[in-house]
């Protein structure tokens, strides 16, 4: 055991700050015999922010060549270009970490999931008559799985 140099609490001696003020503990003597101390990250991985933003900045850039496209065509789509605005602002909303669009994009997710999982039975059950192609349905749901549950975790690590 060592005792914090700075509130005085006693820690077990393998600590590198202390857990009640946060002083650093590494230039603390410590007992004969005891272990090293073991400096410990709690942080989410070093790899989750730069995807997270990576995503962010895809869903900005893929909304604007839909709205850019939606308006631009001869024959314009009101349609295609609000749900390409719709998606940049998702983008930007989670590029910023609003809080609101942080929980949209999560219930998005969720559903995306479900979705994913009824294409995944859907293709399943329907490949003996569609043939290839119900492959095809099975693999898209799997991707629809698979980024709604990344974003899930990106969301959830990065609060």
Same mark, same amino acid.
């Given at each position: !055991?060592?005792?914090?140099?700075?509130?005085?609490?006693?820690?077990?001696?393998?600590? @590198?700050?202390?857990?009640?003020?946060?002083? /650093?503990?590494?230039? *603390?003597?410590?007992?004969?015999?005891?272990?090293?101390?073991?400096?410990?990250?709690?942080?989410?991985?070093?790899?989750?922010?730069?995807?997270?933003?990576?995503?962010?900045?895809?869903?900005?850039? /893929? #909304?604007?060549?839909?709205? @850019?496209?939606?308006?631009?065509?001869?024959?314009?789509?009101?349609?295609?270009? *609000?749900?390409?605005?719709?998606? !940049?602002?998702? #983008?930007?909303?989670?590029?910023?970490?609003?809080?609101? *669009?942080?929980?949209?994009?999560?219930?998005?997710?969720?559903?995306?999931?479900?979705?994913?999982?009824?294409?995944?039975?859907? #293709?399943?059950?329907?490949?003996?008559? @569609?043939?290839?192609?119900?492959?095809?349905?099975?693999?898209? #749901? @799997?991707?629809?799985?698979?980024?709604?549950?990344? !974003? *899930?975790?990106?969301?959830?690590?990065?609060?």
């Amino acid at each position: !055991m060592l005792k914090c140099p700075n509130c005085g609490a006693t820690l077990p001696a393998g600590m @590198v700050a202390c857990q009640f003020c946060g002083a /650093d503990l590494s230039a *603390v003597q410590r007992p004969p015999g005891s272990p090293k101390p073991v400096a410990r990250s709690f942080g989410p991985p070093r790899w989750v922010p730069v995807v997270y933003n990576l995503i962010a900045l895809y869903w900005i850039a /893929d #909304g604007g060549f839909d709205l @850019v496209a939606g308006l631009s065509a001869k024959e314009p789509s009101l349609v295609a270009a *609000v749900f390409g605005g719709f998606w !940049m602002m998702i #983008g930007f909303g989670l590029l910023v970490r609003i809080e609101f *669009v942080r929980g949209l994009v999560n219930i998005l997710s969720f559903i995306k999931i479900g979705f994913g999982v009824l294409a995944i039975i859907g #293709g399943l059950v329907g490949s003996a008559t @569609v043939g290839a192609s119900a492959l095809l349905i099975v693999l898209f #749901g @799997v991707i629809d799985v698979v980024t709604g549950g990344l !974003m *899930v975790y990106l969301i959830g690590e990065t609060d």
